[in-house]
């Protein structure tokens, strides 16, 4: 298996983890705006680039294509990211559908957060269906294998078969909150929350220990890799 450091992830999102909320040219080049702690693991551990599009998907090196709360996007780049993990590509998906990510941006500002996940189309293909839950403060626990995080306020997936839709075999786990899928050739680990990649929730960290929300993903990328 490849180092984690060699791992290519293409990642998409619209939450302000890259250079942080609103920041300007001027305030990445004089070094006055620097990454949030998960992206900076992240580009640490990994061959990370964040990108807009996924034109040339399929043509591409891409180990795992990452989407984190992503922006609205067009029907040709969700299309491209079905038929790559189809093809034996590997997936992980964070989509929250009632976000509660603070935001000093005024509303309908497109630099915002997307506050609900619009990732349907693509759900749909993959048998999946994100609920919001009746229970909106709900705590669930994001288990495995080396981490537990706890995340407020998460969705919910449900399967919803469709005949004819290729080989589709999805298990939802922590209270329906996560779900584990193999698409013909590939594999996608989705869950319905994004918002435990905030720092602000982080507990304390115990001297140079890797945050459990941060190992959770590192644990996602190895579980795909296998």
């Known amino acids: 298996m490849d180092s984690p450091s060699s791992v290519k ?3 998409m999102t619209s939450l302000p983890i890259i ?8 305030n990445i080049i004089s070094g006055k705006a620097s990454p949030a702690p998960i992206y900076a693991h992240w580009q640490k551990h990994y061959d990370i680039t964040a990108v807009d599009s996924f034109e040339g998907l399929e043509k591409s090196d891409t180990d795992i294509v990452l ?3 992503p922006p609205a996007m067009d029907p040709a780049d969700l299309a491209a990211i079905d038929t790559w993990v189809r093809a034996g590509g590997n997936a992980i998906i964070l989509t929250d559908p009632q976000l509660i990510w603070p935001s000093s941006l005024p509303l309908g500002d497109k630099r915002r957060p997307l506050a609900s ?13 994100l609920q919001i839950t ?3 403060a709900r705590n669930v ?3 495995t294998s080396g981490a537990t995080v706890t995340a407020v306020g998460v969705g919910a997936f449900k399967l919803a078969p469709r005949p004819e839709n290729g080989q589709v075999e999805c298990v939802i786990s922590a209270a329906k909150s996560m779900a584990r899928c193999k698409l013909d050739e590939g594999r996608a680990t989705l869950v319905a929350d ?3 990649l905030n720092d602000a929730l982080w507990p304390d960290p115990v001297g140079n220990a890797t945050p459990d929300a941060a190992r959770l993903i590192d644990i996602f990328i190895a579980e795909l890799r296998k």
């Open 9 to 11: 992830i293409q990642m």
């Open 117 to 129: 996940g619009l990732l349907s189309p693509i759900l749909g293909r993959w048998n999946l269906e």
């Open 67 to 69: 989407l984190v709360q």
């Open 141 to 143: 626990k994001l288990e």
């Open 194 to 196: 994004a918002d435990f």
């Open 134 to 136: 009746d229970d909106a």
């Open 19 to 26: 250079w942080g909320e609103g920041a300007s040219m001027e």
